[in-house]
């Protein structure tokens, strides 16, 4: 088999990850292909076993289309989603179903040299658990919070490393194709590729989490900046509150919006005696605090969402900067801090109110992620699988598809 030929049918396969059951012309579209070249590629997918008849479509008239889809097993990515203080691994099939537990590690984030070699450690034995052979694993993507260059493999803010990069270490320990990326770019991704702002030309998508992180969809592509490092929305100067930012700096939106702000707020407020709820939230288990506190807005606690509705307030001013500079057409707010639903839309949409020129948001919409918590390793997996079979792919690359790599 030539090697074009080959490339081609790895594009196929990227096409049904991201797009599901389709037809030739589906594919003859997306891969822009002529249908009779197209056809014949799929037809050779099926005869290997790598892709399924899936049916026929629906038709107003003449014949009905035939649908394909990936065997679902045909190989697997492993996902990780990293923050400050948990990482989760996860595998993931070619229908973008989780494979098995998650596994969740306390790995705190810090520029400790050792902790790139550990958490390749960790990477190995969920491989070797998994029972699944490397062979069949076409990569492993990463998110982590930080400046993320991910072109060179490096996090300007977390996981140091002496030589080379974050990829190259971890592609020596694992044997796989490694990609990483900033948190909230995946986060911007999944919602992109499966979530809130699939097929949308222009998305600002806010990871609402122990940062306010964001992801920005322009014209349909992923936007990075000129250094792989746009997006930092938490790091906007927006008050005078002489308080610290983990940036360093002072008096960031992320000073008065993040989880961890409102976790500290809300053990202050019930020592000085607010009526809630909510008990024994503690800085140590901060993760079981935060989710404490959204569930306790949701369920009506009045000083829960008032806490809620002040971090949603000032998001809501650093969003309105946005939306005078880049007039998009959405807003989903995503990360593990988005499972407080609507109650951030009316805050945020306050501050529009105040903030912005009504006829520059006037068609703007707010939503609400359905991917919650798991956008990171649903935007992890769909890193590796942007990058499958590209030529000029600076990691590792593997031949996964031993069906079509024949």
């Known amino acids: 088999m030539s090697n074009k030929s080959n490339l081609f049918k790895k594009k196929l396969v990227k096409s049904m990850y991201f797009g599901g059951t389709l037809s030739s012309a589906d594919l003859?579209?997306?891969t822009q292909k002529n249908l009779q070249i197209t056809s014949k590629a799929i037809n050779e997918l099926v005869a290997e076993g790598a892709v399924?008849?899936?049916?026929?479509a629906h038709s107003t008239g003449g014949r009905c289309p035939?649908?394909?889809s990936l065997k679902?097993?045909?190989?697997?990515?492993?996902?990780?989603?990293?923050?400050?203080l948990t990482t989760r691994i996860a595998l993931v099939d070619m229908k973008n179903n989780y494979v098995g537990q998650i596994r969740e590690l306390d790995l705190v984030l810090s520029n400790q040299l050792s902790l790139v070699d550990e958490l390749g450690a960790h990477l190995n034995q969920f491989i070797s658990d998994s029972g699944i052979p490397k062979a069949k694993i076409a990569g492993i993507g990463i998110g982590m919070p930080g400046f993320v260059d991910a072109a060179k493999g490096l996090n300007h803010s977390f996981l140091k490393v002496k030589e080379g990069s974050i990829v190259s270490i971890l592609e020596n320990i694992t044997d796989l194709p490694i990609s990483i990326d900033n948190d909230s770019?995946?986060?911007?991704?999944?919602e992109f590729k499966i979530g809130a702002a699939l097929g949308k030309q222009n998305v600002m998508v806010v990871n609402i989490g122990w940062g306010i992180g964001l992801g920005m969809i322009l014209n349909q592509k992923l936007y990075r900046g000129n250094d792989g490092l746009a997006g930092e929305l938490s790091h906007i100067p927006l008050f005078t509150n002489d308080k610290i930012c983990s940036c360093g700096k002072m008096g960031c939106l992320e000073t008065e919006t993040s989880l961890l702000v409102v976790v500290e707020k809300a053990i202050k407020g019930l020592k000085q005696g607010k009526l809630s709820i909510l008990k024994n939230l503690n800085l140590e288990n901060v993760e079981e605090a935060a989710r404490l506190i959204l569930d306790a807005a949701i369920q009506g606690d009045a000083f829960a969402i008032e806490?809620?509705?002040?971090?949603?307030?000032?998001i809501g001013r650093g969003i309105a900067i946005l939306v005078h500079i880049l007039n998009p057409q959405t807003i989903v707010l995503s990360g593990r801090g988005s499972l407080g639903g609507k109650l951030w839309t009316t805050p945020i949409q306050q501050a529009l109110n105040e903030h912005c020129i009504p006829k520059i948001a006037e068609n703007l919409e707010i939503e609400i992620s359905t991917l919650g918590g798991m956008a990171e390793l649903y935007g992890a997996a769909a890193l590796v699988m942007e990058h499958y079979g590209d030529v000029h792919s600076k990691t590792k690359t593997r031949n996964t598809l031993i069906q079509i790599d024949n």
């Open 307 to 314: 806490l809620i509705s002040e971090a949603g307030y000032n």
């Open 66 to 68: 035939q649908l394909f």
């Open 185 to 190: 770019c995946l986060i911007a991704l999944a």
């Open 72 to 84: 679902p097993d045909l190989m697997y990515v492993i996902a990780v989603a990293m923050d400050q």
């Open 52 to 56: 399924l008849a899936a049916g026929y």
């Open 28 to 30: 003859s579209a997306l």
